[in-house]
């Protein structure tokens, strides 16, 4: 079952930095409620391509989804990056271009928590969103570290001086610049960590931010319940039914278990999912059926993007009983071992399965 994609008409295009926009959309009319989202969440949009039809995107949000203004995806410019280079250049007001509905897991459970956000360069784009809506909905305090090349490269510099000092009692920036003090290493993520271990961490940059950052966080015994992190990927299936390229794509992963195929098929399966609050039972889940698609054949709104094993969209937390993951590009060993599964890749091998999505 292939999941509706809707035209998304450009309404601005705001020059945050010499190679970052922030493109905001008008949702078409009747399209409101797919589009309603959680602050972290991402777009997966159809970028046109002469060579394979359409390269299929994840961009991640940087608007509030509770500040009445426009949707809106900030993107910044990668090295020999197609699809980040094409909407920078030829996105503008009145242009449009294809979406799935938004998507992603990595959002606040709650938006009165006390929360550590730490991010490197486009980074910032989801803990940007997480951030304006806490600010906005939310009673926690926030401190932001925010690690960049040089002063030029910080995007929404100016909104972060705004919001410091309209929100001073709650809302601490720390910049991070490399051309000033070089790359932040593990001693010093964790030193300035340290003091705000009890907190929500939220985690989004390039590979070697995002590495030396979770080492800090397992260092001070973040418990993984409260360790969010976004991670870079190649995103190489099409949600769209279009060819699709493969390329940097931006998606945000909680955690999961082993993957690979079961040896035997079980029969009929007994399912629990907890979901937005609801608990979904069921007593026949078909072996050959991925998770996802009996909970989508039972009418159950189950998150998902790219449908391939590619993003973590999907990701659910096994609480009880085992599945195997015909294909896993995401998970690493330390979610598999904290139990997070892929849904749409997951099939029963114990006779029932209990999960959440959070």
């Not at 929404?156 to 070089?182: N, T």
């Not at 300035?192 to 961490?201: E, I, K, N, P, V």
């Not at 009880?320 to 995401?330: I, K, Q, R, T, Y």
Request: proline residues 7%.
């Amino acid at each position: 079952m292939d999941i509706d994609s809707f035209d998304l008409e450009v309404v601005d295009v705001v020059e945050e930095t010499a190679d970052a926009r922030s493109i905001s959309f008008r949702v078409p009319e009747g399209a409101e409620e797919h589009f309603r989202y959680k602050p972290g969440q991402f777009l997966t949009l159809a970028v046109p391509s002469e060579r394979t039809g359409v390269a299929a995107r994840c961009y991640s949000l940087s608007s509030s989804p509770h500040d009445d203004g426009p949707l809106t995806v900030t993107v910044k410019r990668t090295a020999d990056g197609y699809a980040s280079n094409w909407i920078c250049d030829h996105l503008r007001p009145g242009s449009t271009i294809r979406s799935l509905p938004p998507s992603g897991i990595f959002t606040p459970a709650s938006l009165d928590a006390d929360l550590l956000l730490l991010a490197g360069g486009s980074g910032v784009t989801p803990v940007m969103s997480i951030l304006r809506t806490a600010l906005a909905r939310g009673t926690g305090r926030i401190v932001l570290f925010y690690a960049n090349r040089d002063e030029r490269s910080v995007i929404f510099a100016a909104e972060l001086a705004r919001l410091a000092a309209e929100h001073h009692e709650r809302l601490q920036v720390v910049h991070w610049l490399e051309s000033v003090q070089g790359l932040p290493d593990p001693a010093q993520l964790r030193a300035f960590a340290a003091a705000y271990a009890d907190r929500d961490a939220f985690v989004c940059g390039p590979a070697p931010f995002m590495k030396a950052t979770v080492a800090a966080l397992r260092e001070l015994d973040f418990p993984r319940a409260r360790r969010h992190q976004e991670k870079f990927v190649s995103l190489g299936g099409n949600p769209f039914g279009d060819a699709v390229t493969s390329g940097p794509a931006q998606v945000e992963v909680t955690d999961t278990g082993p993957a690979g195929p079961a040896d035997e098929e079980p029969g009929p399966v007994r399912l629990e999912v907890e979901l937005d609050g609801t608990t979904h039972t069921f007593d026949d889940w078909a072996p050959g059926t991925t998770m996802l698609e009996h909970l989508e054949a039972k009418g159950v709104p189950a998150p998902f993007s790219c449908r391939e094993g590619e993003c973590s969209a999907c990701a659910v937390r096994l609480l009880e009983g085992e599945v195997s993951m015909a294909h896993n590009d995401v998970l690493d060993d330390e979610d598999l071992a904290d139990g997070i599964r892929l849904a749409c890749q997951s099939h029963p091998v114990t006779d029932s399965v209990r999960a959440t999505y959070h």
